[in-house]
């Protein structure tokens, strides 16, 4: 049967046509047929593509729409009545059909090609009509064309024309959502019409996919955030305040039979257990070693008799439940000492005061001095000394002072103020001076200050971030193949966490559920900032989260980047200058990647932090200066006026801790 003239080309076969030209200028139309009284029953034209159709079909045999319910309405002389949306169209029952497809395809090809506007428009909303019979009867019309369906003001009606968007961008197929998004505002020029505005406030690009991605999300101003009540800390509770505590030193200085010490005599260790460790460390020849075995658990750190990764145990003192974040010593693992040691809110600085270990911690290549470094340059002001082994130096007084003079002036020079700097002599072993006052006359006689845990507790608490968005950054992940769960561990930072609640995973951008809490090993229902914890995720990828990620507010991503400045300060290990180019380690927080320096922008005054030099060639100790970095993989940062936490950056090189600096400006994000 014979069509309308300008609907004259199959849409399967639209590709073959040459695109320099007009579609419709390529079709000529059919000689009019004569009209006899058999045609006027023999045919029905269709309302939509005006195909006519025989009398004996219900539906449009080429667009499938229902023939109207008067059947003595057929195409006469008077031309072909109006179509009202009567009956619903097969697309309400199949959304997205072959037809659909079609239609969608021809819309995009005349958007995108045609010259002529009036045709483009005219067709485009050919296309919208049809992908709007999919919405329910009241809800239709052409917003921008037709006048019915203004409002008494003139302004086209928001809800239907958003209505229609979500239905045309479910029909339009994926690849070809951006020419339609685009078609109306080419062709008019930026031209005031009612169709241009309305196409353009579809944005059927942004609608046709699912991904719940973060980088789909435009990042809120963390000022914008408001916390339930739940997330903020009940004045009632009679709970302990939590302290992380980190116990740094030089290796063999003493920190894991400390540490070992203070959990057996606080009751976190049994007498039970304290036996055994004693009868295996015996075995091997190691029976010193037995409160160290507390923390150290592997084998290779038992056999080695160092401590390799950062052991977390728990007590409690009178004023504080202590995290205990017992760190290596070994110049080999400092990576894993910043790693785990960044959580910390203040520290004990264990120093070997047997002669000979003391200056070997204070040499250039001593970890002493690096250990104190990093410990300030992660934002601790509180820090604890304690002087061990004091019973291999007879409990001397004049040993003990020429450390603590020693020892006191490169401390000042790092940043610590001596009110905030405690001095404890003690001895791990003898259980001198630890949790009671020392009881050998030796030390007795001339020291009568505080013992460790007394110093513990005269540590001023820290103020938390309960008000603003989750913040977590991951030190460690434990993934349960046999239950299909992932568990991401580490410090709160921010915000507060509990059971059924969705949170972002960055860098990946996967949202997943808090299926379960813990902390010091136990089920809990509510973590807030400052505790650690260990979070049981569900819904989730389990290789998506991953150790140096974060865990954050949805609503609140934080940022991924791989292109920094830095603010930073050159240590005094430096043996070779920085210059541009320089390769180097890039931590922060609990990630890890290799860097170059890219740009060295200025050289500032250390006294008044002013710019000195600009552009210099090279950094060397103690110069404090702006660069800029690049990474080779994006790591999850904010700039340390934002978020303290996630803008501190360490550069380390040839096994050495180099600078220390914060994040200033993130030059790149990674969407």
Known sequence: MPRKGNYGFDYDDYDDYDYDYDVEDQVEAPEPK???SSDKVRVWSCPICTYDNDESMSACDICGVIRSSVPGKLKDDKGTAPFKFDFPSPD????????????GSKANLINSRSQNAS?????????????????????????G???????????????????????????????KDKSVGYSSSSINGGKSLGLTSNLNDMSLSDKSGNSNKASAKRPKSSAQYQPDKWMLPDKSENALTQLNLAIVGHVDSGKSTLSGRLLHLSGRITQKEMHKYEKEAKLQGKGSFAYAWALDESPEERERGITMTVAVAYFDSKKYHV?????????????????????????????DASIGGFEAGMD???????????????????????????????????????????LGTFLRSCGFKDSLVSWIPLSAVENQNLVAAPSDVRLSSWYHGSYLLDAIDSLQPLKRDFSKPLLMPICDVVKSSSQGQVSAC???????????????????????????LERDSQICAVARAG?????????????????GGVLCHPDFPVAVAKHFELKVLVLDFLTIPIVIGSQLEFHIHHAKEAARVVKIISVLDPKTGKVSKKAPRCLTSKQSAIIEVALDGPVCAEEFTNCRALGRAFLRTLGKTVAVGIVTRIIEDQE
């Open 34 to 36: 004569k009209k006899t």
């Open 92 to 103: 309400d029952m199949v959304s997205k059909g072959l037809r659909s497809s079609k239609i």
């Open 119 to 143: 045709a483009g428009i005219s067709e485009t909303v050919k296309s919208s009509d049809k992908s709007s019979a999919s919405i329910p009867k009241g809800k239709q019309g052409r917003p």
């Open 145 to 175: 064309v037709d006048e019915g369906n203004h409002n008494k003001n003139g302004v086209v009606d928001t809800q239907s024309r958003d209505e229609i968007s979500d239905s045309t961008s479910s029909l339009m197929p994926k690849a």
């Open 323 to 351: 995290v205990v974040l017992d760190s290596p010593g070994h110049k080999d693992f400092v990576p894993n000492m910043i790693s785990g040691a960044t959580q910390a809110d203040a520290a004990i600085l264990v120093i």
């Open 364 to 406: 250039s290549k001593g970890q002493t001095r690096e250990h104190a470094r990093l410990i300030r340059s992660f934002g601790v002001d509180q820090i604890i000394v304690a002087v061990n082994k004091m019973d291999s130096v007879e409990y001397s007084k004049d040993r003990f002072d020429l450390i603590g003079t020693q």
């Open 490 to 516: 580490g410090k709160l930072e921010a915000g507060a966490l509990r059971s059924g609640l969705k949170v972002l995973v960055m860098p990946s951008g996967d949202v997943g559920t808090v299926r379960t």
């Open 531 to 547: 505790d650690n914890v260990t979070v049981s995720l569900q819904g989730i990828d389990g290789s998506n989260v991953m150790a």
